[in-house]
């Protein structure tokens, strides 16, 4: 069993930062790819960043030169750098972890979520 937790979330003015942590436990062999995702009200769940264990980075272009996805291998954590917020980052971010014995045989897995909100 593997668990995927976020935290960090919270409510922010227009233009503020926050920082988002997510941490995986458990039953871990090897976490490939580690990335935030967002989803807001009535609409699908979008990539907004990830990170391979090379540390090879791709981030949705709403969010580059705001945001910074970063990892840390020994601790199983990856974090998410969010400044000069806008209202239109206002989502439940979800942290997803790639892990397995090999590539091959990887699986995805998903935290609860982290609301974010980005209001005047």
């Known amino acids: 069993q593997v668990q995927v937790v976020e935290s960090g979330g919270g409510l922010v003015q227009p233009g503020e930062s926050l920082r988002l942590s997510c941490a995986a436990s458990g039953n871990i062999f090897n976490i490939y790819t580690m990335g935030w995702y967002r989803q807001a009200p009535g609409k699908q769940r979008d990539l907004v960043a990830r990170?391979?264990?090379?540390?090879?980075?791709n981030y949705a272009d709403s969010v580059k030169g705001r945001f910074t996805i970063s990892r840390d291998n020994a601790k199983n954590e990856v974090y998410l750098q969010m400044n000069d917020l806008k209202p239109e980052d206002t989502a439940v971010y979800y942290c997803?972890?790639?892990?397995?014995?090999?590539?091959?045989?990887?699986?995805?897995?998903w935290g609860q979520g982290t609301q974010v909100t980005v209001s005047s």
């Open positions: 990170i391979t264990s090379f540390g090879i980075t």
């Open positions: 997803n972890v790639d892990q397995g014995r090999t590539y091959f045989t990887r699986s995805t897995y």
